[in-house]
């Protein structure tokens, strides 16, 4: 239950959103992030959300009943299902991705496989609506500082760890999938801005997460875990913070072209 104070703070944050009248596909849309930005923009525009599920954060939500929305049930990988989904779409964002540390070192070849032929699938199909995206965004990663995160901006150089160590081969199919939107931009005109999220945590946050499993851990009386000498640091980003930062990149003109 939100509180009065909670409460008119998100009525003003949906108050704010430009966008109007538009088909908007969003990626993974039913995920943690995909469903929070659906929320603010399924009031006035038209939501596609592509997602198979494997981190649901909508279903039996009333974002689900929402008129407003489609639901289509794909994988990023089926490029048929994603180039009918971005059909007369006007807006793009791409958040579907393998993530996570333990779900990246479970499955190498599948993380490459979605971060990378996922992203040329949504490019491809942006591609194939001959005009129509006046913007699409880029979900990317702060792993692709790799270990010299700490006090970055968006021109520092990307760092990448040793080959053969699988964790990251997340940040590597990130950081090709920045390249591969970029040379869409450049060599077809899409209007593409990267986005490079660091640790997102908040209300509906569904799979793992520091954050989450210390409030778990405290609300069931149980001791904090922390991995390692406790002198490690991490950003975090509130995810409502991170949809207004996603929705001022659907919106600026200038914001084509750039890394955030």
């Not at 909670?6 to 995909?34: D, H, P, S």
């Not at 913007?135 to 995160?149: C, D, M, Q």
């Amino acid at each position: 239950m939100l509180t009065v104070e909670e409460q008119e703070v998100r009525t003003a944050r949906l108050a704010a959103v430009a966008l109007t009248g538009k088909r908007i596909l969003l990626t993974g849309g039913a995920g943690f992030i995909g469903s929070t930005l659906a929320r603010r923009l399924v009031e006035d525009n038209e939501v596609i959300a592509l997602d198979n599920l494997h981190r649901d954060a909508m279903s039996g939500s009333e974002l689900a009943e929402h008129p407003n929305l489609i639901f289509v049930q794909a994988d990023v990988l089926d490029a048929e299902a994603v180039r009918e989904a971005a059909a007369g779409a006007t807006h793009i964002v791409h958040l579907a991705a393998i993530a996570g540390v333990d779900t990246v070192r479970e499955s190498p070849v599948r993380t490459m496989r979605v971060n990378v032929i996922g992203t040329y699938n949504v490019l491809e199909a942006a591609l194939a609506t001959r005009g129509s995206v006046e913007r699409l965004v880029e979900i990317s990663t702060s792993e692709i500082f790799g270990t010299h995160a700490y006090n970055v901006g968006e021109g520092h150089v990307s760092t990448i760890g040793s080959v053969g160590e699988t964790r990251w081969t997340y940040a590597v199919s990130k950081l090709a999938g920045e390249h591969m939107s970029h040379a869409y931009r450049e060599e077809h005109g899409i209007p593409v801005v990267t986005v490079r999220p660091f640790n997102v945590f908040g209300p509906g946050q569904i799979g793992g997460g520091a954050i989450r499993a210390f409030i778990e851990a405290a609300l069931a009386g149980r001791d904090l875990t922390i991995h390692g000498d406790g002198s490690q640091i991490r950003a975090w980003c509130y995810v409502d913070d991170m949809v207004d930062s996603l929705l001022l990149c659907l919106e600026r003109d200038e914001a084509v072209g750039q890394t955030f």
